[in-house]
């Protein structure tokens, strides 16, 4: 059984830097994540932080609910303001935990954190999520207009990859509905296939050229801060090698999908790894 812990934060907004070093803070509503529970996300770097620590028991069995976030947002986006810089400030929600957990339906802390950001605005705001969650909050995103990215985690085409490699993360059909509905609202879609998992890059490109603003792809050996080295750490190697997906656990395998989105989509709406994701 998953454990829920409520805590009080000390901040809301941390500054960030190194992969997200376009971005001037992280807001993390949560910490620990449930989509890594019952093998889920096993490519999930964060896992392998001091952050992984923060309760006992196994990374995906809890989740922390920071649950005074709200007003120390609200303090500290006022205090920016203030000082003249909020217009300018560039936040990504979140780095090391989705935004959407299982307990958001109840404690409402990204929600929250949207209303605030709603009536202090910033430069830009990134809901980084593979959560179809987000729906419920397409009304205060869509207020947010051109300040708002909706970033949807969909790592394949493939749904019996999905299954293999992350069960706990909702079907690729129902991530791409969540993606159309965005869109569909006029909110600034972005599809992070992010770690690309294998896929049928053809049939990939074709489901997302008409959902998608945006497409960022990364890697295993682009995008986990350490060359490889951290997925290689976590057994990433190995399980390719047990599901017989080994020739897709290599340098340059994801040129072919590239390619193919860049014939859909256009060179300026695919982007790579942290360039992409600091495109903001």
Not at 37 to 52: E, H, K, Q, S, T
Not at 213 to 239: E, H, K, N, Q, W
């Amino acid at each position: 059984m998953r454990t829920y812990i409520e805590r009080s934060a000390t901040r809301a907004l941390t500054p960030t830097g190194g992969f997200l070093r376009g971005f001037g803070y992280s807001l993390n509503p949560y910490t620990g994540c449930a989509f890594g529970d019952g093998g889920g996300c096993p490519f999930c770097y964060v896992r392998a932080l001091p952050v992984a620590r923060a309760h006992p028991g196994r990374w995906g069995g809890w989740v922390i609910a920071k649950t005074n976030l709200p007003e120390l947002l609200e303090r500290e986006l006022t205090a920016l303001d203030h000082r003249g810089r909020l217009a300018g400030a560039t936040i990504f929600m979140s780095s090391a935990t989705d935004p959407y957990q299982g307990i958001e339906r109840r404690a409402r802390l990204t929600r929250r954190a949207l209303e605030a950001f709603v009536r202090h605005p910033p430069r830009r705001v990134v809901i980084q999520t593979r959560s179809p969650m987000i729906e419920r909050d397409i009304d205060l995103i869509s207020r947010l207009e051109e300040r708002a990215i909706a970033s949807i985690t969909l790592e394949t085409n493939d749904d019996s990859v999905r299954r293999a490699i992350t069960p706990t993360s909702p079907a690729v059909a129902r991530r791409l509905t969540t993606i159309r509905r965005l869109r569909t609202a006029g909110i600034f879609t972005q599809v992070a296939i992010s770690p690309m998992l294998p896929n049928d890059p053809q049939r990939f490109a074709d489901l997302v050229e008409g959902v998608a603003d945006r497409v960022i792809v990364d890697t295993y050996f682009d995008g986990d801060g350490a060359g490889g080295r951290r997925s290689l750490a976590l057994g990433i190697g190995d399980l390719y090698q047990r599901l017989g997906y080994a020739d897709w656990f290599k340098p340059g395998v994801e040129r072919e999908l590239m390619a193919a989105m860049r014939a859909r989509l256009g060179d300026r709406r695919v982007l790579f790894s942290r360039e992409g994701f600091n495109a903001i």
